[in-house]
C-alpha cells in the first residue's frame, strides 16, 4: 500500500497525514504532520458480528486469530476452517471446525475474564492455569535478553516516526523471529500469539519481547500461550510479578541498555 | 493506609514491595523494589456481579461510577442510589434508581461498544454522538495549557516511584481541580469521569488533562462528558484526530515544556 502525501512524498505505511497547528513559544503554525493511524476491525466468526477491535491496520489476519486464541475461543491451527481479510472494510471472516455458538461461550467467558472477587471466578481461571505452570528447559544470558530488547526497539520503524505504538516480537535464543505493531499493547502480543498459531510454532522455548508494561493481562496471555520468557523494556505491576510467579513465567522489566531487572523466576537467566 | 518495608521505611501508597534480581553488566543483586500495585475490582451493580476491572487501589468508588457512566450504563448522580466500597474485597457495590436489568442493557451495549464494520453499530454510537457535537465558550491561551501539564507531571507522585502509572486531571482555565493515576489510562480518565458525577460538575467550561494517548476511546469518553478540551503530552492516532473534529473536541498532544500540535477546533486555543 503506497501513498504520497500533498508534496509527492511516501507516507509511511501504518501513518496518516493530518492537519496541525504547531505552537511553539509565541509562534504558530499550519502545518502537516504524521500520526499513527487507528482502524476498527471488526471479526465476524462463522458469519456472526463478534467484536470490534480499535488497532493498527497490519497483521489483522494475525490479530484475529490471536485475539480469539487470548479469549480461549480456539486453541490450534486445527480449529480453524477458514480465515478472510476484507482489508478494504475492515473485516475479518473467521470459520471455526466447531459451529457451535461461540458468541454464547464468549458471553460466559466474559463474565470470567472480567470476572469477580478473590476466591471466584477471576481467580478460578487463574487457578485452571497454575494447576500446570509454564515448564521449559530454556536457559538464557542476560546479555541476549539485551541484545533482543535492542534489536526489537531498532525494527520499531513506527515508534520512531509518530511515538504512538507498542511493539511485540517473538524470539528463540539466538534472534528475533517475528514482531509486531500496534496502537495497543495487548493487540500487539495478540498479533504474536495468532502468527504463532497460524505457522504451528512450539513456544516453550520462546521469548516473548514487549516495549509495553507488563500487567496481569500480558502475563496472563504468555502463560495461556506457554511462553517461560516475557521480556520488557517498561515496569511490571505488582499483580504482574505475583501471577508470573505463580504461573511459571520467567519476568524481565526495565531491560533497556545494560541492566535488567528479574522479577520471577530468575534461574531460567544465566 | 501506611505500611512499611523490612527495612521500616516507609512504602508509598500505591505501590507493592518486591523481591528481584537486578542484573548490571556482569553484577547480579538480590534486592527489593517497589512496582506499581495492581488490583482487580469487581463491581456489583444491583447485586449482580457485573465486571471486574484491573486497576490501582485508588479511588475505586470513582473508577466504578466513571466506569458505568462511560459505558452509558448512568448518566448523573440522580441515577444512583447507593455506592459502598469493601477496599478489603477489592469490591464496590452499586445500586442504581432503575432496577431494571442493566446487565442485559450492556451486553447491548457491549455489541455497540466493540460493535462492527463501518455503516453499522460502531459508527451508529458516533453518529448519535456527532448529532450534538461538544459546544463551548472556553477559549484558552496554549501557555496555560502548558502550565497546567507541567502540574499534572509534578503532581503525578506514582509514576515518579515507578513508571508504571498513567494520571489525568480535570482543570479549568486556572488550575488542577482534581487529578488521578491509575495503572490503565482509560480508568484514569474514568476516575475524573466518577469524580465529576458524583460532585456534580459541569463539564462545558473544563479540560480534561492526560499523559497517555489520545486514541479514539479516549476522545470518545471526553465527548460523552461533554468536554471541550482534551490535552495531552503524548500522541493522538489517525481516528482519535478524525473524531475530535467530528464530535467538537479540541485535541492537543505533545504539550511538553514551550510547545504543543493542536489536532483539531485550533480557534479555542488563543
Same mark, same amino acid.
Given at each position: ?11 509511511p ?5 493530518v ?5 511553539r513559544d ?13 482502524t ?7 458469519n456472526?458480528?463478534f ?9 489483522l489476519?494475525?490479530?484475529?486469530v ?24 475492515g ?5 471455526t ?9 464468549l ?6 475474564t472480567s ?20 515448564e ?10 539485551l541484545?533482543?530488547?535492542?534489536e ?7 515508534? $520512531?516516526?509518530? /511515538?504512538?505504538?507498542?511493539s ?5 535464543? @539466538?534472534k +528475533? #523471529?517475528? !514482531? =509486531? ?9 495478540? $498479533?504474536?500469539? /495468532? ?9 516453550? @522455548?520462546? +521469548? #516473548?519481547? !514487549? =516495549? ?13 500461550l ?7 523494556r517498561?515496569?511490571?505491576?505488582? #499483580?504482574?510479578?505475583?501471577?508470573a ?5 520467567t ?17 531460567r537467566?544465566?
Open positions: 500500500m503506497e501513498r504520497e502525501n500533498l508534496q509527492g512524498q511516501d507516507i505505511q501504518g501513518t496518516s497525514e492537519e496541525i497547528v504547531r505552537v509565541s509562534e504558530r503554525n499550519n502545518e502537516k504532520d504524521l500520526v499513527v493511524t487507528e476498527p476491525l471488526t471479526v465476524f466468526l462463522n456472526k458480528e467484536v470490534t477491535l480499535l488497532c493498527s491496520p497490519e497483521k489476519d494475525f490479530l484475529a490471536g485475539f480469539l486464541r487470548s479469549e480461549g475461543l480456539i486453541q490450534g491451527s486445527s480449529d480453524l476452517r477458514d480465515l478472510h481479510v476484507d482489508h478494504q472494510k473485516i475479518v471472516y473467521v470459520r471446525a466447531d459451529q457451535s455458538d461461540l458468541t454464547e461461550k458471553y460466559g467467558k466474559r463474565t470470567i470476572g469477580c472477587g478473590k476466591g471466584t471466578i477471576f481467580f478460578n481461571v487463574l487457578d485452571s492455569l497454575q494447576s500446570r505452570p509454564v521449559s528447559n530454556l536457559k538464557i544470558e542476560a546479555g541476549r535478553l541484545k533482543l530488547m535492542s526489537l526497539q531498532n525494527d520499531s520503524i513506527l515508534f $520512531k516516526t509518530t /511515538g504512538g505504538v507498542h511485540a516480537a517473538l524470539a528463540d535464543r @539466538d +528475533i #523471529l517475528f !514482531s =509486531s505493531e500496534d496502537i495497543g499493547r495487548h493487540n500487539a502480543v495478540d $498479533k504474536i500469539a /495468532g502468527e504463532c498459531l497460524l505457522k504451528n510454532i512450539s513456544l516453550d @522455548d520462546k +521469548i #516473548l519481547l !514487549s =516495549s509495553g508494561r507488563l500487567s496481569s493481562e500480558i502475563v496472563i496471555k504468555g502463560a495461556k506457554r511462553l517461560p520468557f516475557i521480556v520488557s517498561s515496569a511490571p505491576t505488582s #499483580l504482574g510479578v505475583e501471577l510467579e505463580k504461573l511459571g513465567v519476568l524481565v522489566g526495565f531491560a533497556r541498555g545494560r541492566r535488567l531487572n528479574i522479577y520471577s523466576h530468575a534461574d537467566i544465566i
